[in-house]
């Protein structure tokens, strides 16, 4: 069975893994970096986001939006700095976290929903859908912690990971950026719990599982066709990517309640696989 090998470590918690340009990119938050290697593991910050830093993804013209999470917006980075893209204060429920950015520039970002550091009792929140004006909506609602998110190469099909509902749910994607025909993608009843996810050319969803410590290849209809542990290690975010798509990159971490900055855990790991990545991220 494949083991993971370590690419980066001493990261504080590396979250939303993209493969951008020939370069691993991915937020790492409470160093509160955006950061950007290369296949040797070399390393460059590329911004920094006062509010921790979450999902990535690039509008048609380049530029990067990055989830600020605390405060619940949208950053672009524009040549002269980061500016506000989109205040989601009002439509998310708690902080958000993951994005994905489609062919079209239209942002799609998840939430957490309720404040489960706190005790807060669990709910359901909102998918919001970002337009590459700024201009954003609730897409869809009574998801339960929306996390990772993926859309199929035609961007025809949106995906997103129901962490506390441990399933993959699907919606087709209008011409307009509506969500319509809402259904099941795969249930992981009480064997995976979704985090991070991305799709490759088969149509399958590669998840990371933070509680079970693992990564999963699953089909639609929720067959598992690929199962690899991460150890002590829990698995938050994948990304396909490399020169042929084929390299798995792994956000891990070992859970700690103590300063991450001052005992960073974090890693990126990889993996080779049989099958490409497609679509986004």
């Given amino acids: 069975m494949p083991r993971p090998e370590i690419l980066i470590d001493g990261l504080t918690f590396p979250e939303g893994p993209r493969w951008h340009q020939g370069r691993l990119w991915f937020s790492d938050f409470y160093s509160h970096r955006v950061i950007a290697a290369d296949c040797d593991g070399a390393t ?42 989109a205040d989601l204060s009002g439509l998310a429920r708690f902080w958000c976290n993951d994005m994905t950015v489609d062919e079209a520039g239209r942002a799609w970002v998840g939430n957490f929903g309720f404040d489960y550091r706190s005790g807060e009792e669990p709910r359901t929140t909102t998918l919001v859908r970002v337009d590459p004006d700024g201009t954003a909506a609730v897409a869809a609602d009574d998801l339960f912690f929306p996390n990772g998110i993926a859309i199929t190469p035609d961007g025809s099909t949106l995906v997103v990971a129901e962490s506390w ?5 699907a919606f087709d994607i209008t011409a307009g950026g509506e969500l319509v025909a809402r259904r099941s993608w795969a249930d992981g009843g009480y064997t995976w719990v979704p985090d991070g996810i991305c799709m490759d050319a088969e149509g399958a969803v590669w998840i990371a599982d933070p509680v079970n410590k693992e990564v ?21 975010a994948v990304a396909l990517g490399g020169a042929d798509r084929r390299t798995l990159f792994i956000c891990t971490n070992i859970w700690r309640n103590s300063d991450r900055v001052g005992n960073p855990t974090g890693r990126i790991e990889t993996m080779r696989v049989e099958v490409p990545g497609a679509g986004r991220p």
């Fill in 44 to 85: 460059e910050t590329v911004c920094e986001v006062a509010n921790q830093p979450s999902g990535l993804g690039w509008l048609p013209d380049g530029r990067l939006l990055v989830v600020s999470m605390t405060d619940s917006t949208v950053l672009r980075l524009d040549p002269g700095g980061l500016v506000l893209h």
């Fill in 165 to 169: 509902g441990r399933r993959l749910t």
């Fill in 216 to 236: 999963l290849r699953i089909r639609n209809g929720g067959a598992v066709a690929e199962r690899y542990s991460t150890g002590e290690r829990g698995a938050y």
